[in-house]
C-alpha cells in the first residue's frame, strides 16, 4: 500500500531498464497489490517475468465480498504469498490457502517465522519463505540483523529440508 497507479508504472518502467542491463538465471516475481495486478501482470509477460498475488482467498470463487479468489488470480499470477506474518493468520488457515493454492497449480510462497512451522510445511511443491521476526517492521521500524546471521540461519534451515527453495522474507536495507 505504498504506490498509487502512477507510482507503479513509473516503478516499472525504472524496473525494466534495471533488468535490461543484467542477467539473471532465477525467476524474478514481483507481487502488487491486488487492484494492479492486471498491469503488473502484463508488464511480467513482455518482460520475461512472473507475478505473484499478496494473498489468495480461502475460498475459490463464490459471494464474499472483498475476497481475491484462486479462480481470478490464476488469470493473472503463477504465485501467491500466503501466511505473511502482517496478516496475523493462524497456521491452519495459512495451510488452506497453501492448499488451494497447490489444486490450482499456483506456487505458493508460504510465510514462516519459527522452524518448526518450516519442518511440518517445507515440500519442493511450496517456496518457503522465512520471516526474521526481529526484521518485520512494525510502522517501517525494524531492528537490523547482520547479513552474516541472517545466512546463518538460512542456512540451518537449508540443513532441516534439502529439497525444498527457501527465501529471506525479513525487511531489508
Same mark, same amino acid.
Given at each position: 500500500m505504498n504506490m498509487n497507479l502512477t507510482e507503479t508504472k513509473k516503478w516499472l518502467f525504472d524496473f525494466k531498464n534495471i533488468i535490461e542491463e543484467k542477467t539473471f538465471k532465477n525467476k524474478i516475481v514481483l507481487a502488487p497489490p491486488s487492484v494492479y495486478l492486471e498491469e503488473v501482470s502484463n508488464f511480467c509477460k513482455i518482460n520475461n517475468l512472473f507475478c505473484s498475488s499478496q494473498d489468495v482467498s480461502l475460498y475459490e470463487k463464490g459471494?464474499?465480498?472483498?475476497?481475491?479468489?484462486?479462480?481470478?488470480?490464476?488469470?493473472?499470477?503463477?504465485?501467491?504469498?500466503?501466511?505473511?506474518?502482517?496478516?496475523?493468520?493462524?497456521r491452519? #488457515?495459512?495451510?488452506?490457502?497453501?492448499?488451494?493454492?497447490?489444486?490450482?497449480?499456483?506456487?505458493?510462497f508460504v510465510c514462516f517465522i519459527n522452524k518448526l512451522d518450516f519442518a511440518a510445511e517445507a515440500s519442493k511443491e511450496k517456496i518457503m519463505c522465512?520471516?526474521?521476526?526481529?526484521?518485520?517492521?512494525?510502522?517501517?521500524?525494524?531492528?537490523?540483523?547482520? #547479513?552474516?546471521?541472517?545466512?546463518?540461519?538460512?542456512?540451518?534451515?537449508?540443513?532441516?529440508?534439502?529439497?525444498?527453495?527457501?527465501?529471506?522474507?525479513?525487511?531489508?536495507?
Open positions: 459471494a464474499h465480498t472483498g475476497e481475491v479468489g484462486i479462480f481470478e488470480l490464476k488469470d493473472y499470477c503463477s504465485f501467491s504469498i500466503v501466511g505473511h506474518s502482517e496478516r496475523k493468520e493462524p491452519e #488457515i495459512v495451510i488452506k490457502k497453501t492448499l488451494i493454492c497447490l489444486e490450482h497449480k499456483v506456487t505458493p522465512w520471516e526474521d521476526p526481529s526484521n518485520i517492521s512494525k510502522n517501517g521500524i525494524y531492528q537490523k540483523t547482520s #547479513i552474516e546471521d541472517i545466512a546463518k540461519m538460512m542456512g540451518d534451515l537449508k540443513q532441516i529440508k534439502k529439497d525444498t527453495v527457501i527465501l529471506y522474507g525479513g525487511s531489508v536495507n
